[in-house]
């Protein structure tokens, strides 16, 4: 299953200058996702960081996979979000998390993200970033689901 920017906007609440997915190339719901983030100098972090040799800063990327994770984790077979809104769900864990090459303005970030284990208040994965078919970081990741407080 693919998702274009108006479905994944419907899946999750972030957004501009946050959203770091613009594209679901595969996705298999609570098993999968092969995402993409075009990375573009327009970003707002470049200006900062750095502002002679723009360079994404890795957390950004651990930040993406986050959102693919959070993207294929709770939509069913037709891909479609849970009905209930009112939980939110936080990046609460990184273990092992490895930074290969740089991502630069113009690369095309390939966020790839498996479960490892979906539970019902916490769930664990295991993500890779690549650029050009090369492993640019990768790490595991831990999610917590938790109810919208008012």
């Known amino acids: 299953m693919q998702l274009d920017i108006k479905a994944i906007l419907d899946r999750i609440p972030h957004r501009y200058p946050m959203l770091l997915i613009d594209r679901v190339i595969e996705m298999v ?9 075009n990375v573009s100098i327009n970003e707002p972090f470049f200006s900062g960081h750095f502002p002679h ?4 800063p890795g957390v950004l990327i651990l930040e993406a996979m986050a959102q693919a994770a959070a993207i294929f984790s709770f939509a069913d077979e037709t891909g479609l979000k ?44 295991t993500g890779v970033a690549k650029v050009d078919g090369h492993v640019v970081a990768e790490a595991k990741l831990m999610c917590a689901i938790r109810p919208m407080e008012a």
């Open 29 to 37: 719901p609570g098993k999968s996702i092969h995402a993409l983030k």
């Open 82 to 125: 849970p009905e209930n809104e009112e939980i939110l769900y936080y990046f609460v864990g990184i273990d092992g998390a490895r930074f290969r090459k740089p991502v630069l303005p113009g690369d095309q970030l390939h966020i790839e993200v498996v479960t490892d284990r979906l539970g019902r208040t916490i769930c664990k994965y």
């Open 53 to 56: 040799h723009p360079v994404m």
